[in-house]
């Protein structure tokens, strides 16, 4: 059945609104952020930003907590959805429902938590030094990606036939590490990039965790310039904006990719 003029031009109308919706918000702060010098447009605030040690830090601390929170939650999910697919299909519910938790329980909870379990008078003391809390934010960030970063390895694992391949290892005797090595980690490689562009987008952008924990990271930056300043924040807005875009975007590129190399292997 084909589409209707009236249907089409629906269609269009929701998109444009849509488009409006979203995109007139970025159009204005890309603008305002312009307006630092009185005599017309300019980047200054965009140069200032940037070349701010404060923005500089919080921006690269943040940058390393969401690699080492990539790499603890790969370590985490891969092998356990793995073993869930392989050998405990049953548990599977349950699991998701667990990975879903970070997205129902509010981070202020889960910070208060960590404070109670693992402050300085806790049984196991993380914040009794930087180093410490910093691990510390590091379990909250991979508890805070655990539900994007799982469904992106079990749908990635889905794709694939687990059983045959982790077989076909063992025949040539391959022990579980190699396979999980060998096997399981190349052909995940699109889901777990999925999986990590989106870890370091929600990383970047956090504030409760890192704000209670009192670290210099990149959130409790700009609410920081937010509080303080007129034209800086908006260009700071426009740059987390990138990122996330960025991430987003290299995501897409990489599936799409990956969608190409295996129509062409067929």
């Known amino acids: 059945m084909k589409p209707t003029a009236t249907s089409?031009?629906?269609?269009?109308?929701?998109?444009?609104?849509?488009?409006?919706?979203?995109?007139?918000?970025?159009i204005a702060t890309f603008e305002f952020s312009l307006k630092m010098r009185r005599e017309g447009y300019s980047f200054e605030a965009y140069k200032v930003v940037l070349s701010d040690p404060g923005f500089q830090a919080s921006f690269g601390y943040s940058a390393l907590l969401?690699?080492?929170?990539?790499?603890?939650?790969?370590?985490?999910?891969?092998?356990?959805?793995?073993?869930?697919?392989?050998?405990?299909p049953r548990l599977r519910p349950l699991i998701e429902f667990i990975t879903l938790l970070p997205l129902v329980i509010p981070a202020i909870v889960l910070v208060?938590?960590?404070?109670r379990l693992y402050g300085s008078g806790g049984w196991l003391p993380f914040t009794g030094s930087e180093r410490g809390t910093d691990v510390l934010l590091v379990f909250g960030?991979?508890?805070?990606?655990?539900?994007y970063l799982y469904r992106s390895v079990d749908t990635g694992l889905s794709a694939i036939d687990v059983r045959s391949l982790t077989e076909a290892a063992q025949s040539l005797g391959s022990g579980?590490?190699?396979?999980?090595?060998?096997v399981i980690f190349p052909n995940l490689k699109t889901a777990i990039l999925?999986?990590?562009?989106?870890?370091?987008?929600?990383?970047?952008?956090?504030?409760?965790?890192?704000?209670?924990?009192?670290?210099?990271?990149?959130?409790?930056?700009?609410?920081l310039i937010g509080a303080n300043r007129a034209?800086?924040?908006?260009?700071?807005?426009?740059?987390?904006?990138?990122?996330?875009?960025?991430?987003?975007g290299l995501m897409q590129v990489v599936s799409r990719n990956r969608a190409a190399l295996g129509a062409d292997e067929h």
Do not use: C, H, N
């Not at 924040?233 to 960025?246: D, E």
């Open 66 to 88: 969401a690699l080492l929170t990539i790499l603890a939650g790969i370590l985490l999910v891969v092998p356990t959805a793995f073993w869930i697919q392989l050998k405990l």
């Open 112 to 115: 208060f938590g960590y404070l």
């Open 231 to 248: 034209y800086e924040p908006a260009a700071l807005a426009i740059i987390a904006f990138l990122v996330t875009w960025a991430a987003m």
């Open 141 to 147: 960030y991979v508890t805070l990606a655990l539900p």
């Open 8 to 26: 089409r031009l629906g269609a269009w109308i929701a998109i444009l609104l849509g488009s409006g919706y979203f995109l007139l918000p970025l």
């Open 194 to 223: 999925s999986g990590a562009f989106l870890t370091f987008a929600i990383v970047i952008g956090e504030f409760t965790l890192a704000s209670l924990l009192a670290r210099p990271a990149f959130g409790p930056y700009l609410q």
């Open 176 to 182: 579980w590490f190699d396979i999980l090595r060998l």
